[in-house]
């Protein structure tokens, strides 16, 4: 056994306690479909939200574990439910009037408002699928709509005609008086109007495996289960799905772990074996919401990837997946130079600490160096003091202070560069208040100024930092009254960086007129 599987076998890491739990599955033989089976849903009732992809990801470092224990292969899965029928309007869509005429059709016969695809569905699932390409998934993905229509999910359906009563009576369980008096397992599409039905069945034939009903007005149908012409109600697909696929592990959002066992026992009486599961915490938006499709509320993944890059977003979705992560804007920079410290750690790491990292699930195993000799933080702090419009503003102080740094030779940086100021211009700077010093600042500001005039230790900054230190020591009790002081009056920010690294990176004499403006009241009017 190698190095990094046997640190694998007993990393505390998530990802590998998870896929630890897989392997469990086959400890006595292989899958005798040749391979590990990990699926991912969507529901395509809205556009796809980042919680969305951060299901995708997490099941992705699991799967990317699963291969570091085992040499059985794997798949990835992503099922979209587009046969589903459109139970509201999204609030974040144009052509709302529109959409609203084709309620209860199927997502992927629902026109599309944007224009662009076949149909709604089809325009929701393409839209998901370019998220996942960006990332560089491997996944094959499955479509609702064309699994029923070209018959893989028959046997299944058929078995469920056979079952019926045993599917139901798990249902009926879970269900209100109300709702259970006309419930059924079974949706038929409607043949003329093409909706979605939710009706009783007056008969389910377990022999020829059709149902009968009658729809809004009254008119009697039989349709066969199969084909696409009957599809299962949400709970029940989710069992029906794990049967007539075998799937060997899914994860969802807490708001379905009540379901489990339901969907694990529908799942055991189509024939299948119950998959390994994983729940996580909600993801909410600024407000504490929970982020939703139909509202659009919360970060967008491409927001999130006009000012960081991928690799941060990954990083922020490893982190305590059963923790709920509030989706907003002001998590990016924090994410990202957290990114960051752990490529430069895990350089130093031996085995165990490597499969601990989240950045080993980031690239699973073939992680890079870092390339951002500034923190992100500290390009935020130059954008501002700068009133950079572009990054090349940026280039001229981070070269001062790496020279060998550049755009060619590191591209993250030249693109975290570029991020930082689309960043400050859009949430930074709309918010920036500068504030007058007290005497007592005042008298340390020009004390810090002066020592900067006759400053001869280079742009060490560390040594800038000690002095900086030193000029508040003698006048604040406690010292981040000091540090306060520095960011609220020189940066127009309540926080800031090390300020010693902030002036070896801006230069002694801009720190030296940054000062002075801001002594002179200038900084007040900007």
Not at 151 to 170: N, W
Not at 231 to 246: E, H, I, M, T, V
Not at 254 to 281: M, Q, V, W
């Amino acid at each position: 056994m190698s190095e990094m599987r046997e640190a694998a076998m007993s990393s505390k890491a998530w990802p590998f306690e998870e896929a630890r739990a897989v392997l469990k599955r086959y400890a006595k033989a292989a899958p005798e479909k040749g391979f590990v089976l990990f699926e991912t849903g969507y529901g395509p009732s809205g556009l796809p939200h980042i919680g969305t992809f951060g299901e995708v990801l997490r099941t992705t470092m699991i799967q990317r574990a699963f291969e570091e224990i085992s040499d059985i292969p794997t798949k990835l899965v992503c099922f979209s439910d587009d046969l589903d029928g459109m139970r509201k309007v999204p609030g974040n869509v144009p052509q709302q009037e529109m959409l609203a005429e084709h309620m209860h059709k199927p997502l992927t016969s629902v026109p599309d408002p944007f224009g662009t695809h076949e149909s709604f569905g089809h325009h929701n699932n393409a839209m998901l699928r370019r998220f996942l390409d960006t990332f560089g998934f491997e996944y094959e993905f499955y479509s609702a709509r064309e699994f029923y229509r070209a018959g893989h999910f028959d046997e299944i359906l058929k078995r469920a005609c056979e079952r019926y009563d045993q599917v139901m009576a798990v249902m009926l369980k879970s269900l209100r008086e109300e709702r259970a008096a006309t419930y059924s397992i079974f949706l038929p599409i409607h043949p003329e109007t093409g909706r979605v039905l939710y009706v009783p069945m007056k008969n389910v034939d377990p022999v020829n495996h059709t149902v009968t009903f009658d729809d809004e007005d009254g008119k009697e149908w039989t349709l066969p289960v199969t084909g696409g012409n009957v599809k299962l109600q949400w709970k029940p697909d989710f069992g029906a799905r794990w049967a007539a696929l075998d799937v060997d592990f899914e994860m969802y959002g807490k708001e379905h772990a009540t379901n489990t066992a339901i969907y694990d026992r529908i799942c055991e009486i189509l024939g299948g074996k119950k998959p390994n599961h994983f729940s996580y915490e909600l993801f909410l938006d600024e407000n504490g919401q929970k982020i939703s499709k139909s509202s659009g509320n919360g970060i967008s993944i491409d927001e999130w990837l006009t000012y960081a890059s991928t690799e941060s977003l990954s990083y922020f979705m490893y982190l305590k997946p059963k923790t709920a992560k509030r989706m907003h804007f002001d998590v990016i920079p924090k994410a990202v130079d957290e990114y960051h410290q752990q490529l430069r750690a895990y350089e130093g790491q031996d085995a165990k600490g490597r499969l601990n990292n989240p950045v080993w699930h980031i690239h699973g195993g073939d992680v890079p160096k870092s390339d951002m000799v500034v923190p992100f933080s500290m390009l935020l702090n130059l954008a501002s003091v700068s009133s950079a419009e572009d990054k090349s503003k940026l280039w001229g102080f981070i070269q001062r202070y790496a020279p060998e740094a550049s755009a060619e030779n590191n591209p993250g940086m030249d693109a975290a560069a570029g991020h930082a100021v689309r960043y400050f211009n859009d949430f930074v700077k709309p918010h920036k208040v500068f504030r007058a010093p007290s005497d007592l600042e005042r008298e340390a500001l020009e004390e810090l100024r002066d020592n900067l005039k006759v400053w001869e230790g280079g742009l060490d900054a560390e040594a800038l930092q000690t002095m900086v230190f030193a000029v508040g020591k003698e006048r604040f009790d406690p010292l981040r009254d000091w540090f306060t002081a520095l960011y609220e009056v020189l940066l127009g920010a309540s926080q800031g960086p090390r300020f010693g690294g902030f002036i070896a990176l801006y230069g002694v004499d801009e720190t030296v007129q940054l000062i002075d403006d801001a002594l002179a009241g200038k900084l007040l009017a900007s």
